[in-house]
């Protein structure tokens, strides 16, 4: 018998929609407060939640010999002050759609002006300037796991040129040219040309600010940064500076080093940048509670747990 | 010998495309002024440009074989009193890329309610709201051709459903399902499910505000409705009734009864209007050029020229 707490902002989801799978021997607490958790948490051996709910009681769960992440982003779980000694899994490959329609109803804003039609709409006046076209211009990929690849797929729909900058992994058909190594050595060839840079990076030692002042000046002046990926990627300052010098034409910015975005951040003043508040893409149980499912099976029938978290690589 | 008049505000581009194809046996005038062409206008046996401009010294055009429009519209040369002893071709097969652009530009918009987004960021505001999702929404075509089918195609990438209305036409493999027939008749089972409603309709005399009160109220008050195609389909004063009555969520509308749209027309003054000012699908150089061109070879080869206009259908 396992005996599985459910932590998370949405307890009577997850419950129901684990429930409704009739998992074998397996008895289910689900909760929206730690502290109500905390009370049984020795008596737990699997959790399954959101990590910043998760950490506040990890110490507690003695038992517990593997955590199911509703996230993708586990960083609350990787302070090197906490316990280690379980095995984390993450969530991943089901944030592609949702990204996919973030990103490109940007990149589709941008290219046919639609908040300038809606400025001159609000004006009342006729405004025939005409857009440009996504077709033939070049994305830039940092980072290309599933969301990435779910991105290359349709940039090639609208028949954009994609590049691609991973550790090591050429996984994705889709993207062109692969870039590899040290981001400051391949940065003229990687983004040089590029219209739009979109970083879907996780956030860990190798990869903090990795987007800086020297990165930001290979990109060309019309380059629009978007970022539904991890703040901590990001010098805010450096970017701040190359958006009111004109040297980056734009930045869609859906995560920040700290969220909410403080009432008195210069992001909130630039008007070439757009503020999206964290919801690129959500964790949504009738997505998130499949992968837990699976893994509970691969996990009575002995076999290894999907979406393993490195605790080490951050990732 | 044939001898050809460009007829164009971009005369000098098309004058320069037909040029560095090296037609043979063809002598080009280009000009950007209907009284300059009149002069020689008995001339020419062929005419190349904008069905607004060629209109005007059509009577004069005494020895035109064929006429080639830079446009898809060409309604100007449709009008019962204008001669019609010649062949028309007009501009087809190129706007699929810009109309996909155009439509999913807004319709990712709206499922990501970017101008939401964008007017919490006005206020300094972080913005949790939630997003939705174009997957598994519904869209459907008033009219599928060639652009239409591009319509259908990046529907299918993004995970929608495609419901298809055509006169007889069954062409794109993207479409669900097709319907045929009267609207009126044909109206419960195509609308009553949409999410977007997409006409890309010729105007003819048979689809002439084909989009009225009756049709309008078969859709759903969920339902977008988007209009890059022409304004003559829609009865503009039954579509205002039913964006202020809520009946309808919003309309994105490219193409008016009268354009520029007059300044005191009700829709200036709608918030879930977007207006566009006809830059849906612009006829750029470029992509009209080869259109001419290829008819050209093919007429001096004697086999029939592609997209040709029958008069009493209308396109």
Do not use: C
């Not at 983004?191 to 990869?207: G, K, R």
């Not at 940064?225 to 190359?242: C, K, Y």
Request: hydrophobic share 45%; aromatic share 8%; charged share 20%.
């Amino acid at each position: 018998m396992h005996t599985l707490l459910i932590l998370s902002r949405h307890a009577r989801d997850y419950h129901a929609l684990v429930e409704a799978a009739r998992l074998p021997d397996l008895a289910i607490t689900a909760t929206t407060d730690p502290g109500v958790a905390s009370d049984a948490a020795g008596s737990f051996d699997l959790a399954f939640g959101e990590p910043a709910l998760l950490r506040q009681i990890l110490p507690a769960l003695t038992g517990v010999g593997w955590v199911q992440s509703t996230w993708a982003g586990v960083e609350p779980l990787l302070d090197p002050a906490l316990r280690r000694d379980y095995i984390l899994t993450n969530a991943r490959g089901v944030f592609g759609v949702q990204m996919s329609e973030y990103v490109f109803a940007y990149l589709l804003a941008h290219e046919r002006k639609i908040f300038e039609k809606q400025a001159s709409q609000a004006a009342g006046r006729w405004d025939p300037e005409p857009p440009t076209r996504l077709r033939g211009k070049q994305l830039g990929l940092l980072g290309v796991g599933t969301i990435g690849a779910a991105l290359a797929r349709t940039a090639k729909h609208f028949g954009m040129g994609v590049k691609g900058y991973t550790r090591a992994s050429e996984d994705s058909a889709d993207v062109d040219r692969y870039f590899h190594g040290s981001l400051a050595e391949v940065s003229a060839a990687f983004a040089s040309d590029l219209d739009y840079l979109v970083s879907v990076m996780p956030d860990t030692a190798a990869t903090r600010h990795l987007i800086g002042d020297e990165f930001l000046r290979a990109l060309p002046p019309r380059a629009v940064f978007v970022n539904p990926g991890r703040g901590g990627v990001v010098d805010e300052n450096a970017l701040a500076a190359a958006l009111q010098d004109g040297r980056l034409a734009g930045a869609v910015l859906d995560v920040f080093e700290t969220e909410p975005l403080p009432a008195d951040h210069v992001f909130w003043r630039l008007p070439n940048v757009r503020i999206t508040s964290h919801t690129a893409a959500l964790s949504a149980p009738p997505d998130i509670a499949p992968i837990f499912i699976d893994n509970y099976r691969r996990l009575v029938q002995g076999e290894p747990l999907r979406y393993r978290v490195d605790f080490e690589r951050g990732y």
